[in-house]
């Protein structure tokens, strides 16, 4: 087996991993090697916003699936995961969103470190983005990543009318998704530049490849940590077929939300009833590995024919989020509770054909912002080769089911508002049939899909039972810490994306 050596080994050039690499590698003591299982993507088709739902399942993406889901009458998700240098934005929908100050106000509270509050974290947003409308007490202007707010000339004029229909509604319009208060409609921020996506590669790593003290290593698949003497020593992975030790005096995992536990439980960090059944021998009992697991759902869709041609977008099809309060409508402070937003196209779930074409109809996405069912991931193997299971428990609260039917209520609203009237020629789906509360839920079932946030699964806590300390290390390990949405404790409102970042930039000012 050969052996290489860093002083920093980032395991995964995804968004966090970009971030990290960057950033620490900026001083130029500090050797700093990244391993990434993917390569570098040249799909051409990966650069078009709007091709965004239609690019996985292709060799970047590691096309998870779920099992069979009682919430959604049995049926099994696909979780796109990206795979390569930049790991899932080489996937994502490029909708930039930080969340809310009640968002961070919970990790706050779970960590007992205001270092996670909305006020401690501003800086860090300010410093990733380059907004388009200036710098100002909320936005920056020299981050590495484009932050594009679209103005009327870019955003679909059918979309201004669901704007429009949300705030007839009551709901406030608000300037965008990203002051601390997301109550009220707007257009999506986006992550592109000249129309195309940026990716967290684009904007965070390649600008310094060149630095002498950082290399990006690609096709190293990490196959499971080296512990001794309860302190992390490195990592062994295989790159071409042939095994490989990679020595470090810190290693970070960065590999995502999926991948991070399961490359724990691998190297025994686990529940030891979960490892033993995976015939893996438990180096460190750390029962909560793999759990927390939950994410966004949104229903797909509340879908209508439209009366006269949809024009095709401009941005990235999903052009709008409306954040509204289960209170009412026009509640402005409070809690977020649901979201209902438009999408340019007709869009369901695989259990629907609903006989529209693009151009011939438009949906609008409802979700809940802040789900309380909790799942699990788990090994069922020593190798990488070996399918976990994953489980996100979907729907499994009350709280969860009764909010996505106040989703679609709030969606049927929208849609039936009279600024969509010369859009709409009649509701697909659920139809006019689906009324009653047992209807609504059957339907929600077979519609709900994901909005691609799994988080938390190496949650960050104050409590002994978290697996990750409120500054990132991993408990009960030297030389380890954990940097990405593996450690989100309650997912924020919005799509995590520019979380995960700012998780991974209040990391890399702290390190030392
Ligand atoms: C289809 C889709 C749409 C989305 N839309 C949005 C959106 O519009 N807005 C938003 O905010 N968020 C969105 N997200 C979510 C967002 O992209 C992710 O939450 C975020 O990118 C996760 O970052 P991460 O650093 O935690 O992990 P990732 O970016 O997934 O990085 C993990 C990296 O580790 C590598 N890796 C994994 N295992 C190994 C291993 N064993 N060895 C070596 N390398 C390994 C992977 O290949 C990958 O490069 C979307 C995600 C998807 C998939």
Known sequence: MTTASADV????????????????????????????????????????????????HRDYDWDYLTVPQRGLAGRQLSWARGRGV???????????????????????????????????????????ESFSGGADAVHGADGPMP???????????????????????????????????????????????????VTDADAYLDPVLDRPNLAVLTGVTVHRLRISGGRVLGAEVVVDGESMFVAADTVILAAGSIADPLLL?????????????????????????GKNLHDHLLGAGNL??????????????????SYQSAKGLGETAGPVDVVVGCVVAPSAS????????????FTLLFGVTNPTSRGELRITGPSIEDAPVIDPNYLDTEHDRAMFRLALERARLIGASEALAGWRAEE???????????????????????????????????DDAAPVTPRLAFRGLEGLYVVDGSVIPSITAGPVHAPVLAIAEEFAAGFD
């Open 265 to 289: 439980m691998r190297s025994g960090v686990g529940d030891p009833e979960v490892l033993g059944a995976a015939g893996v021998e438990t180096v460190l009992e750390s029962p909560q590995v």
């Open 350 to 361: 695989e259990s629907f054909d609903p006989g529209v074409g693009l151009g011939e109809g």
């Open 304 to 321: 209508y024919r439209a009366a006269r041609p949809v024009p095709p977008t401009r941005l990235n099809l999903s052009e709008s989020m």
């Open 9 to 56: 080994l980032i395991l995964g050039a995804g968004s966090a991993g970009c971030v990290l690499a960057n950033r620490l590698s900026a001083d130029p003591a500090r050797r700093v090697v990244v391993l990434e299982a993917g390569g570098r993507v040249t799909d051409p088709d990966m650069r078009r916003p709007e091709l965004w739902p239609f690019i996985q």
């Open 86 to 128: 930049g790991g899932s934005s080489l996937l994502h929908a490029t909708a930039h969103m930080r969340g809310c100050r009640a968002d961070y106000d919970r990790w706050v509270a779970a960590t007992g470190d205001e270092r996670w509050s909305w006020d401690r974290l501003l800086p860090r947003f300010r410093a990733m």
């Open 147 to 197: 932050v594009l707010l679209p103005g009327p000339d870019l955003v679909n004029p059918l979309v201004q009318d669901f704007l429009a229909g949300a705030e007839s509604l009551g709901v406030r319009r608000i300037p965008d998704h990203n002051g601390g208060e997301m109550l009220g409609a707007t257009p999506n921020s986006l992550k592109l530049r000249n129309g195309e996506r």
């Open 428 to 462: 697909v789906l659920p139809g006019p049939r689906v009324r009653t509360e047992a209807d609504i839920d059957a339907f929600i079932a077979r519609a709900a899909i994901t909005h691609h946030h799994p988080v938390g699964t190496l949650r960050m806590g104050a």
